[in-house]
């Protein structure tokens, strides 16, 4: 306020003194002055009034000016950069250099939870993780200490926390349509936002930031998911296609390493005669590496044998079943391999740094896992065939590949019944199906089949589907999600192979459904007055579409 009032009383200042100035030349004709000074003031007004913002802001208010230039340089550098570190690390430059006491923490939005990201000149014992809300539209900054009440915190603990280390100003980043993440600093700097100027900057920079930030995240989940879904089918054909078992584990290993970089790794397999986990394949355990051996129920993996569910740890510190083997983890999972309803063995991945294994992780996880069991399957199936020296088993158990993929049970809807079963014509088939329940109100729903039968069907019917759930947690249309499948199966399978393909959304409070058709047989709607409708519209199957395109 104060730079305003003095820039305006300059700016009055030097029209009067050009108004004088010019009457001199026009004593008797005061109109004539009066006239040209109102021109200057319409046409100069905003060039005089930016150079004595540069020129007093500069000599009179030198901190403001450098928190003004800090800004609109972050506004400026931001444009164009999509590489998610990049633009997280302009963040830290401009909150460095905006406060004059550089203490900060950033919590930045994954999975409903604000997961502290950095922090500078903080203790390291700040809660890993938040969940916070408001109960109105976020201001710019807020001052914890003061209690306000359209913010609240679901663990007052972490408030405490937050306040007793000094970090008692929050000021919200939001997004397109939501807080994107949380910056926690001291109080003292709260001065940044004083000046009206400066206050409304920061607020279209803070946006815009929030934005691109937003953006640059997404860009960087869209990028590690192709990287996943191409692993996923690399994976697919190789282990489908190798019978030698220390090929498959330390296979399964490499390709998890690309997709979730962890700390350490163990694969075991079970020796069903001396009922022992018996370790197959590992990495990161140093001299412990080689000889580990568990006993059923016995840690984690033992756990995990037993009961052939997933084991999920976030702080091992406070597990209930855990066998140390490295000092630095901090959080573990471990995942069964099951085929044919028989535990084969457990893969487990552990990392140094806590909750490090999101529900997104450990869905990728089970699909390696899966995916594993069939090809130890397939080569110990074929080991008994060498050994038998005959073909009476099938090399490739794809039945298995459908009973581990396929939905088991409908999820619950209110006010709507579902069932489904799958009956192939042989042994197996290329036939799919999945209900994917997105919330209250809408259910999606996939049905498809692969062209041709047998074993070369199933196991493109488990790629095809593994692809799928690895797309359904975006945001692409019901067309987006069916073109991305249609060119992952292009480059994954032969020329010969295609699969019709249909994907609907049912929007249970408007009733109606959204659907795209790759080529399968229409669907049917029977209405309550039994009229009959078939969803006719349709195209080209997946795969065989870019072939003819």
Not at 94 to 117: M, R, V
Not at 236 to 255: M, V
Not at 458 to 484: D, N, P, W
């Amino acid at each position: 306020m104060k730079r305003y009032l003095i820039i305006t009383f300059l700016k009055l200042l030097l029209y009067l003194l050009v108004f004088f100035e010019i009457n001199t030349f026009f004593e008797e004709l005061i109109i004539v002055p009066a006239i040209l000074t109102i021109l200057l003031i319409v046409f100069l007004d905003k060039i005089i009034h930016t150079f004595l913002h540069e020129h007093i802001s500069t000599l009179l208010f030198p901190v403001i000016s450098k928190i003004e230039h800090t800004l609109s340089d972050f506004n400026r550098n931001i444009n164009g950069i999509i590489d998610y570190k990049q633009l997280l690390s302009e963040f830290y430059t401009l909150f460095n250099n905006i406060f004059s006491e550089p203490q900060w923490a950033l919590y930045i939005l994954e999975n409903d939870l604000f997961i502290l990201t950095k922090t500078n000149n903080v203790d390291k014992n700040l809660p890993n993780e938040l969940v916070w809300s408001y109960r109105s539209e976020p201001k710019l900054y807020n001052d914890l200490e003061a209690q306000d009440n359209t913010i609240s915190f679901k663990n007052e603990s972490h408030l405490k926390n937050l306040i007793s280390q000094n970090l008692n100003l929050l000021i919200p980043i939001t997004g397109k349509n939501q807080v994107i993440a949380l910056l926690f600093t001291n109080i003292k700097n709260k001065y940044v936002f004083r000046d009206p100027n400066i206050n409304e900057l920061a607020i279209r920079v803070f946006q815009k930031g929030g934005n691109f930030l937003e953006n640059t995240a997404l860009y960087l989940d869209i990028l590690q998911r192709n990287l996943e879904i191409k692993k996923l089918f690399e994976v697919s054909k190789k282990l489908l296609s190798s019978f030698n078992t220390n090929e498959i584990l330390d296979f399964i290993l490499e390709s998890l390493k690309e997709v979730i970089p962890y700390d350490a790794a163990v694969i075991f397999l079970l020796d069903s005669e001396n009922g022992k986990l018996l370790q197959k394949a590992g990495f990161g355990y140093g001299d412990k590496s080689g000889d580990l051996s568990l006993k059923i129920g016995q840690g984690a993996c033992g756990w995990v044998a037993e009961n052939k569910k997933i084991s999920v740890i976030d702080n091992v510190k406070f597990a209930d079943y855990y066998y140390p083997l490295r000092e630095l983890t901090q959080s573990q999972v471990s995942l069964p391999l099951i085929s044919h309803d028989e535990i084969l063995g457990v893969i487990c991945l552990e990392k140094n740094e806590s909750s490090y294994f999101t529900n997104n992780i450990i869905e990728i996880l089970n699909i390696f896992a899966n995916q594993g069991a069939i090809a130890l399957n397939n080569a110990k199936q074929y080991e008994i065939s060498l050994a038998k020296k005959s073909l009476e088993h099938e090399l490739i158990n794809a039945g298995n590949v459908q009973k581990v993929l396929l939905p088991k049970r409908a999820p619950n809807y209110k006010n709507l019944d579902i069932s489904f079963i799958n009956i192939p014509s042989k042994i197996v088939s290329g036939d799919l199906y999945d209900l994917i329940p997105m919330d209250e109100n809408h259910l999606g729903v996939i049905i498809g089949d692969i062209a041709g039968k047998g074993a070369g069907a199933a196991i493109m019917m488990s790629l095809l589907l593994a692809g799928f759930r690895a797309y359904k947690k975006t945001h692409f249309t019901v067309c987006e999600t069916a073109a991305r499948l249609n060119n992952l199966l292009e480059e994954s399978v032969s020329a010969s192979r295609y699969a019709t393909f249909f994907y609907g959304i049912l929007s249970l409070d408007e009733r109606k459904i959204t659907y795209t058709n790759a080529g399968h047989n229409p669907p049917i709607i029977l209405k309550k007055n039994g009229f009959i409708e078939k969803l006719t519209t349709s195209g080209m199957g997946l795969g065989d579409l870019a072939k003819k395109t």
